[in-house]
T-cell receptor, first 114, second 112 residues
Framework: EAQVTQNPRYLITVTGKKLTVTCSQNMNHEYMSWYRQDPGLGLRQIYYSMNVEVTDKGDVPEGYKVSRKEKRNFPLILESPSPNQTSLYFCASRKLAGVADEQFFGPGTRLTVL | DQQVKQNSPSLSVQEGRISILNCDYTNSMFDYFLWYKKYPAEGPTFLIS?????DKNEDGRFTVFLNKSAKHLSLHIVPSQPGDSAVYFC???????????FGTGTSLTVIP
């Protein structure tokens, strides 16, 4: 089954404790991206990657890091989480060719930073 | 500054009637527009898209209209069904399709 998986689905942590949210896709997609969803703000793009070792900032990259060492994986790293990073996070992927092609989204990771 | 706006947080429609969801944008460089549907506890799923060279795209019960001069797009669902009850996000991208800007979403309720 074609899918994007994220782990963990739920996470409660404390300020300053480094964490990683993993994202994996099995569709051989070149493009992957991370978003956060907050009430009243919709989805905002954090980082995206067009292929292995190629990453770039989205609209709200501050406080986040990403890496793309393999095509299927695109982890989101919060080196020193703060309460304003409490949010619902989505990973997505799509084929690189075809701008208007659909992005496939993962099920989301709900992060709470105390 | 929100470049894509959905000014109606919610909309209720009777089953069988038309649902019209609206979206406005500010950046005239956007080339592609997409609509996603989201159920609770799930990720968004793609619904329909339109390129800026078109003014209409249709897929079954779903039609997206684009008015470039007004920087406005709308999604029409006809006929509306209870299973259409979800949050709908519009999104926009430039011609590279790398950066996407989403609206704040409209929660649609279709009443049986």
């Amino acid at each position: 089954e074609a899918q994007v998986t994220q782990n963990p689905r739920y996470l409660i942590t404390v300020t300053g404790k480094k964490l990683t949210v993993t994202c994996s896709q099995n569709m051989n997609h070149e493009y992957m991206s991370w978003y956060r969803q907050d009430p009243g703000l919709g989805l905002r793009q954090i980082y995206y990657s067009m292929n292995v070792e190629v990453t770039d900032k989205g609209d709200v990259p501050e406080g986040y890091k990403v890496s793309r060492k393999e095509k299927r994986n695109f982890p989101l790293i919060l080196e020193s989480p703060s309460p304003n990073q409490t949010s619902l996070y989505f990973c997505a992927s799509r084929k690189l060719a075809g701008v208007a092609d659909e992005q496939f989204f993962g099920p989301g990771t709900r992060l709470t930073v105390l | 500054d929100q470049q894509v706006k959905q000014n109606s947080p919610s909309l209720s429609v009777q089953e069988g009637r038309i649902s019209i969801l609206n979206c406005d944008y500010t950046n005239s460089m956007f080339d592609y527009f997409l609509w996603y549907k989201k159920y609770p506890a799930e990720g968004p799923t793609f619904l329909i898209s339109i390129s800026s060279i078109k003014d209409k795209n249709e897929d079954g019960r779903f039609t997206v209209f684009l008015n470039k001069s007004a920087k406005h797009l709308s999604l029409h669902i006809v006929p509306s069904q209870p299973g259409d009850s979800a949050v709908y996000f519009c999104a926009a991208s430039g011609n590279t399709g790398n950066q996407f800007y989403f609206g704040t979403g409209t929660s649609l309720t279709v009443i049986p």
